[in-house]
């Protein structure tokens, strides 16, 4: 079965300090790779997404950014984060299947904050 | 510009009774519509999806309508139970998805 992995759980970084963000994907291959976050009382914004490796389509400017190095493993990393960089970051994945949804299954998520 | 809107931030709804959750959207173009369901502090898990071409989907005690004419949906959970409180999220799209901004559920019981 396909499992997802996303860490660190909790995160307390200073402004200006550097981030990383990591998550694996298990029991699939080729998988779209995506980066929501969501911020507080908000819904979930999608910041990255990935259909393979070293392909990154960003869908906000911001000051994060994202790589793809392996076929199930998707990074979020920033040099220098802001105070607005606080959220709850999530990772998902999906497979394209010919017929029916492309559904998103999601990892348990990281809680950054920026202080 | 927001493309997908849950215009309700919470419903509160009697143990027993149907829950009735809302979406709009305003891009013609999404193929697939989905519906999650999401506790504090945890990823969204999914709950059912329906398809452009369809007006209607069923998942037990789940079922999605499809307006496409008002560019409409709702989820509607029947009979709501107390372990069904959460934070409810639509979602539209194809291989990316936009997300609304969420309805919280309380079901009282």
């Known amino acids: 079965s396909q499992t997802i992995h996303q860490w660190p759980a909790t995160l307390v970084q200073p402004v200006g300090s550097p981030l990383s963000l990591e998550c694996t994907v298990e029991?699939?291959?080729?998988?779209?790779l995506y980066w929501y976050r969501q911020a507080a009382g908000r819904g979930l914004q999608l910041l990255f997404y990935?259909?393979?490796?070293?392909?990154i389509s960003s869908e906000v400017p911001q000051n994060l950014s994202a790589s793809r190095p392996q076929d199930r493993q998707f990074i979020l990393s920033s040099k220098k984060l802001l105070l607005s960089d606080s959220g709850f970051y999530l990772c998902?994945?999906?497979?394209?299947?010919?017929?029916?949804?492309?559904?998103?299954?999601f990892g348990a998520g990281s809680r950054l904050t920026v202080l | 510009d927001q493309q997908v809107k849950q215009n309700s931030p919470s419903l509160s709804v009697q143990e027993g009774r149907i829950s009735i959750l809302n979406c709009d959207y305003t891009?013609?173009?999404?193929?697939?519509f989905l519906w999650y369901k999401k506790y504090p502090a945890e990823g969204p898990t999914f709950l059912i999806s329906?398809?452009?071409?369809?007006d209607k989907n069923e998942d037990g005690r789940f079922t999605v309508f499809l307006n496409k004419s008002a560019k409409h949906l709702s989820l509607h959970i029947v009979p709501s139970q107390p372990g069904d409180s959460a934070v409810y999220f639509c979602?539209?799209?194809?291989?990316?998805?936009?997300f609304g901004t969420g309805t919280r559920l309380k079901v009282l019981a």
């Open positions: 998902a994945w999906s497979v394209l299947v010919a017929a029916g949804a492309n559904v998103l299954t």
């Open positions: 029991g699939t291959s080729n998988p779209n």
């Open positions: 990935s259909v393979g490796i070293g392909q």
């Open positions: 891009n013609s173009m999404f193929d697939y």
């Open positions: 329906i398809s452009s071409i369809k």
């Open positions: 979602a539209a799209g194809t291989y990316k998805y936009i």
